[in-house]
């Protein structure tokens, strides 16, 4: 029977200070965002806690009321809370191209010092990440509320440029330490938007990537064809379907070759190719067979640079704003931890070709 002297008391449903705090987080979030960019709950969280949809003011008839459009372009948030974070320097590294073969650091070669905040991460986590694939992005976002701020790490290129070569089976602990640089904010203010927009543009770029490959081959099967010009101003207005030609900052050759397949249908020549290009010396006997012979190469030539890129995103622009030798030299170096990200960075990026030096990161301290 119970005590009379001490009444039973009665309890009800109570929240953990967490919660409190992962709210705080989301609110954070939200306003570290472009008001017009939609934040969408990714319910329920296997790992996954928002989707980020982008959108784009457009012209409206009623200049009063201002209109926004979906660009059709998504990123994944996995959002972490902290009440404070506490940044560390961190020293990069040489290192040969990770796509060839396992990391091997040059601790000769120091590239330069990053200031990180760390994070631990469960395998669990960074598995699911590595399934998902590189389609599109999932940014580790770490919200330090006495900060006031959101800093951000893409985790599909984390595991695949860091984890994945540093460790024959990242997976054998239970978690891994994640270093995300300070100088990566979530910030509405321009230029800082653009790294995020960079990723969200991921799935269109890997889409176009394809096609480029596929009409790059079909041009070259058809080089011998009378059709063979006909074939290429129908590719032409396909690729120029993209959003994307003018409005890839980071990248200033995606615009450069945008104006090129223009420049294509409107003259039938991209101008990429001058008559001082290579040419048999056999063969072509009369100047009007040389012109004929440059003018479809030159288109050939075009295509061959398109179908390219996909190479170089693939070998240097995915380490853009990593914590690696590369992504400092060509997102970091020269900023202040106060600074913001550098809106014209695509003239370092746009000279990086397949197989150039690749630097690193120093390794993880032992039990990492």
């Known amino acids: 029977m119970p005590n009379k002297k001490h009444p039973v008391i009665k309890k009800g449903k109570r929240r953990s200070q967490q919660h409190i705090v992962n709210e705080q987080g989301e609110r954070l979030l939200r306003s570290c965002l472009p008001s017009h960019w939609v934040l969408h709950d ?28 979906t660009l059709g372009e998504h990123i994944f948030i996995q959002l972490k809370t902290v009440e404070a974070t506490k940044a560390s320097p961190l020293t990069v590294y040489g290192r ?9 650091l040059n601790m000769e070669d120091p590239t330069g010092e990053l200031s990180t905040v760390r994070i631990q991460l469960e395998k669990e986590e960074l598995v699911t990440v590595e399934r998902m694939g590189v389609g599109v992005p999932v940014l580790l976002v770490i919200a330090s509320l006495a900060d006031n701020c959101c800093y951000f790490v893409c985790l599909n290129d984390y595991v695949d440029k ?49 096609r480029f490959v596929f009409q790059a081959a079909e041009l070259k099967y058809a080089a011998e064809d009378e059709g063979f010009y006909s074939l290429a101003r129908y590719f032409a207005k396909r690729i120029l379907a993209y959003d994307f030609w003018d409005d890839t900052p980071n990248w200033g050759v995606v615009e450069h070759y945008g104006k090129a397949v223009r420049r294509f249908l409107a003259t039938g020549q991209s101008g990429l190719t001058t008559r001082s290009s290579s040419a048999p010396e056999h063969g072509l006997t009369e100047d009007r067979e040389l012109s004929a012979w440059m003018r479809q190469q030159d288109v050939i030539r075009l295509w061959d640079l398109l179908a390219l890129l996909s190479r170089n995103y693939e070998d240097v622009c995915r380490e853009w704003y990593l914590p690696t030798g590369l992504g400092y030299m060509c997102s970091f170096s020269g900023r202040s931890h106060t600074g913001t990200i550098a809106q014209n960075i695509g003239v370092t990026r746009n000279i990086a ?10 390794p993880e301290e032992p039990g990492d």
């Open 353 to 362: 070709s397949p197989g150039s030096n690749d630097p690193g990161l120093a």
């Open 96 to 104: 040969p191209n990770v796509e060839k073969g396992p990391e091997q």
């Open 42 to 69: 990714y319910k329920p969280d296997y790992g996954i806690d928002f989707s980020v949809e982008t959108f784009a003011p457009v012209q409206s008839p009623k200049k009063k009321h201002r209109v926004y459009e």
């Open 162 to 210: 860091i984890l994945i070569p540093r460790f024959s089976n990242y997976a054998k602990s239970d978690s891994r330490t994640i270093h995300v640089p300070v100088l990566n904010k979530v910030e509405v203010a321009p230029p800082a938007i653009a790294a995020l927009r960079w990723y969200a543009k991921r799935a269109k770029l890997y889409a176009a990537f394809q």
